[in-house]
Antibody, heavy 121, light 107 residues
């Protein structure tokens, strides 16, 4: 069965960086994309970026351009997201989600369990 | 970015009720509209894609309709496990954007 298992909770200070991982299994990694979506406490869902499982092409939401980097390791079927210059308003749960369909017509059919991040001095 | 507006932001309903949630896009998005359900403390779950196509394993009491700018999600007979927050998402153009959600609560 398809599974996306994310790394554990993080606590960071403002200005620090954080790396998330999303270990996938149960499907052909190269045939699907991985998206990253975050959810601040009590808030809605915010799409952050997309990476192709096939060739590593990426697309980022404008507000995260230059602060977020998405990568994949096709030998281990793991997707990564690095986020730099953390601020308190980056406190959120971060999800990875498999992309179903070809961009831009893409929905997110399987999700990781989420990684909570707290940014506080 | 394409803005997605959901209404209502919350509603109270009883088991067995028919529930309709509306999503409006700031520009025409054809049928590139997806719906998700999120229970508290859990990851979202894809319910429908391309406005009206039911994701595998999702009960048939969920249905979707609409095109252009106006879309609806309907739950024909609300079940206890359906009390959750529902989000629409446009897949017409990246950056993909979500509505702010509709919380369905028990009356």
């Amino acid at each position: 069965q398809v599974q996306l298992v994310q790394s554990g909770a993080e606590v960071k200070k403002p200005g620090a960086s954080v790396e998330f991982s999303c270990k996938t299994s149960g499907y052909s990694f190269r045939n699907y994309d991985i998206n990253w979506v975050r959810q601040a406490p009590g808030q809605g869902l915010e799409w952050m970026g997309w990476i192709s499982g096939y060739n590593g092409n990426t697309d980022y939401a404008q507000k995260f351009q230059g602060r977020v980097t998405l990568t994949t390791d096709t030998s281990t079927n793991i997707a990564y997201m690095e986020m730099r210059s953390l601020r308190s308003d980056d406190t959120a749960v971060y999800f990875c989600a498999r992309g179903r369909g070809q961009p831009p017509d893409q929905s997110f059919d399987y999700w990781g369990q989420g990684t909570p991040v707290t940014v506080s001095s | 970015d394409i803005q997605m507006t959901q209404s209502p932001s919350s509603l109270s309903a009883s088991v067995g009720d028919r529930v309709t949630i509306t999503c409006r896009a700031s520009q025409s998005i054809s049928t590139y509209l997806n719906w998700y359900q999120q229970r508290p403390g859990k990851a979202p779950k894809l319910l429908l894609y391309d406005a009206s196509s039911l994701q595998s394993g999702v009960p048939s009491r969920f249905s979707g309709s609409g095109s252009g700018t106006d879309f609806t999600l309907t739950i024909s007979s609300l079940q206890p496990e359906d009390f959750a927050t529902y989000y629409c998402q446009q897949s017409y153009r990246t950056s993909w954007t979500f509505g702010l959600g509709t919380m369905v609560e028990i009356k």
